[in-house]
């Protein structure tokens, strides 16, 4: 579906999907997209929707304008990776999927013959060429068989091998050096480097190369005379005498350089143009005071085939920009998403300590004992809540290697259910406690692993609240095989839909509406996968849910039992049973 995704301004984070055939965007609340930014108007442009399912811009008059890939326009399609930008806001659109095949008719005529038994077609074959000689060729254009073909295949090869850098190098520096390396070798120049805009729209040095031999202590001097000509005619150029064109007689980095011969041409992507890619040589100078003949170095030729490369490379560094550009969207709605969420946690409990201290200071002046012990154990309670919701916050978000020694899980088990027993008093439920054989060193972080199960028995007590009969079992074990050790958390509860089934461990999910943190279960997982074991859970609605603890006996970490050495964390498991 296609998507605004709201990279910089006042709503940064913010995602909005577009449906149906018109979306105003603009500052006013009724719009579907709703910016608070008091610079952009309050209908400041629309999206029209296409026939081909994407969408048309339509400014509507805006005061500020609207600035499309960085151009002022009125009305323009948008494609994947366009930016917009309105006010101080800038926002992304993407389709979110690929675009639509585009259907060729005439395919439809074209027929599969069957084999003419009466005819010998393959006899008539007359030359024949391996299915890997266009690579090789393309990569050593030298070889070919003939000088017509060797003349045509410098520039294909060049291209060749910029498409190869393009689709194998991920790295943006690394791409534009690979590039720059091949431009200076095709073209026999001197010296090289790409002039890119950053965010600020300041022209930055890309990835300079020197031709070998060449002294690295001398200045690359780039000529803001012939860079801004280039950018501002949208052209690229070939000076054959830089210091006695006419044109970029006054410049004085030409002169002072020895700016003989010169490329430049712009990287014009398919949205914006970039920056520029400069070459030059000072060839021709040396000739001269050799007593050459003159001659240039660079023709037309490699001023087409320099416009070639820098397209390429304009491509690649718009699509890298694009994708770090919606990794970095998707992290910030991520950001705004746990912000959302903790506020909603953190304002539930604040609203229990607010009405306790309120208790409090009613039975102070009243001199109500009773009243005050009430509001005195609300604030304890909801205390106690901040203090849990915190400490979920660091165990989920920090990496931690656990303290692995032998434990002995039946003692673990019984002090979990020593501390949870007078909550399941309270509401009725009765607690099932199955102690397990040879199970009293197995290799686990005692303290993480009482944190995992303790969360696990407390949810299940909670979930058998106002429920009769309400029953939490406990059971520890070593399977057969003597592989896995294992903690199982039964109750016969409500259970869990089955549409729920993969969101319980998902950050801030939470079954227990203001009295959970939406980060037990989580945490829980997480420590289990610490130990290269996991958490499996099984649940039918109406009968109960089960929570297994997994926790391997020898795995990555070998038999620990009877030792206390630390060893490194096992990487996580990544698929649930």
Known sequence: MPRLIVLRGVDEGKQF?????????????????????????????????????????????????????????????????DRIAVGQTQLLYTTGVADAPVRDELTERVRLLNRDAGSDVLSAI?????ADAGSQILSRPSAAGSDWIKARLAGLAALYETA?????????????????????????????????????????????????????QEDLGVSRTIVDYVLKEHQGILVTDAATDARFRGGASIHKH????????????????LGVMFLDTQSSLKNVV???????????????????VAHQAAIAVEESRYHQALVGAERLAAVGQTIAALSHHIKNIMQGVRFGSDMVRAALGDG?????????????????????????????????????????????????????????????????????????????????LHRAVLNLVGNAIDALEGRENGKVSVQALLDADGAWAKVIVMDNGPGIPADQADAIFKP?????????????????RKILREHGGDIVVQSVPDKGSKFTCRIPMKGAYGDLSGTSQHPPVRPPVENDE
């Open 164 to 216: 190869e850098a393009v689709s194998h190098i991920l790295d943006v520096d690394e791409l534009l050096v690979r590039v720059m390396e091949l431009a200076l070798r095709t073209a026999d120049a001197d010296h090289g480097c790409f002039m890119l805009r950053d965010e600020a729209g300041q022209l930055v040095p890309k990835a300079a190369r020197y031709k070998d031999g060449l002294s690295r």
């Open 508 to 524: 801030f999910v939470s079954t227990k509406g203001s009295r959970g943190t939406g980060l037990g279960l989580p945490v829980s």
């Open 17 to 81: 999907d577009l449906a149906g055939p018109a979306v105003v965007v603009g500052r006013h609340s009724t719009n579907p997209v709703s910016l608070h930014d008091t610079q952009v108007s309050r209908k400041h442009f629309e999206l029209k929707s296409l026939p081909d399912g994407g969408y048309q811009l339509f400014d509507l008059g805006s005061g500020n304008g609207t600035l499309l890939n960085g151009q002022p326009v009125k009305a323009a399609p948008l494609r994947t990776g």
């Open 126 to 130: 007359v030359r024949s060429v391996g």
């Open 290 to 308: 050799a007593g050459g003949t003159g001659t240039g170095t660079f023709t037309e030729d490699h001023l087409h085939l320099a416009s070639a």
């Open 258 to 273: 020895h700016l003989r011969e010169v490329i430049c041409v712009p990287l014009k992507g398919r949205r914006e143009t």
């Open 368 to 448: 109500d004992t009773e009243l005050l012990t009430k509001g005195w154990r609300l604030v304890e309670k909801n205390q106690g809540r901040i203090d849990a919701l915190m400490l979920d916050m660091l165990s989920y978000s920090k990496e931690r290697e656990p303290a692995i020694e032998p434990t002995d899980l039946n003692k673990l088990c019984e002090d979990v259910l020593e501390l949870v027993r007078g909550r399941a008093a309270e509401r009725g439920v009765v607690l099932d406690w199955r102690p397990g054989a040879n199970v009293a060193g197995v290799p686990c972080d005692p303290d993480g």
